[in-house]
Nanobody, 122 residues
Framework: DVQLVESGGGSVQAGGSLTLSCKGT????????MGWFRQAPGMQREMVAV????????HYADSVNGRFTISRNDGENTVILQMNNLKPSDTGIYYC????????????????WGQGTQVTVS
């Protein structure tokens, strides 16, 4: 069964940190461009961070640049999002996603989505 499974969400006070993990099963994350997206209540889903499959280069939304870090652990087939200095505006459901096309991922149309994990900042 091919899946992306997120974990690590929760509730935290403003200024705190959380680490989200996305583990692939039947899906080798290093073969794909991988990213994190989020959706706040009543808002459209937005891209948060992307990591390239080849050179490991990264790209961030302006709203999280300097506070969030995306990385990949190939040994554990996992993509990680380290979130520091969290703000209430970071509240939402965070989704892991992957695609063979970087363009498709950046356009928010990846071929594979995880089920999401809730992050609440108060």
């Amino acid at each position: 069964d091919v899946q992306l499974v997120e974990s690590g969400g929760g509730s935290v006070q403003a200024g705190g940190s959380l680490t989200l993990s996305c583990k692939g099963t039947g899906y080798t994350v290093s073969y794909y461009y991988m990213g994190w997206f989020r959706q706040a209540p009543g808002m459209q889903r937005e891209m948060v961070a992307v990591i390239n499959r080849d050179d490991g280069g990264t790209h961030y939304a302006d709203s999280v640049n300097g506070r969030f870090t995306i990385s990949r652990n190939d040994g554990e087939n996992t993509v990680i999002l380290q979130m520091n200095n969290l703000k209430p505006s970071d509240t939402g459901i965070y989704y892991c996603a992957g695609d063979a096309s970087r363009w498709s991922l950046l356009q928010g149309r990846p071929g594979r989505w995880g089920q999401g994990t809730q992050v609440t900042v108060s």
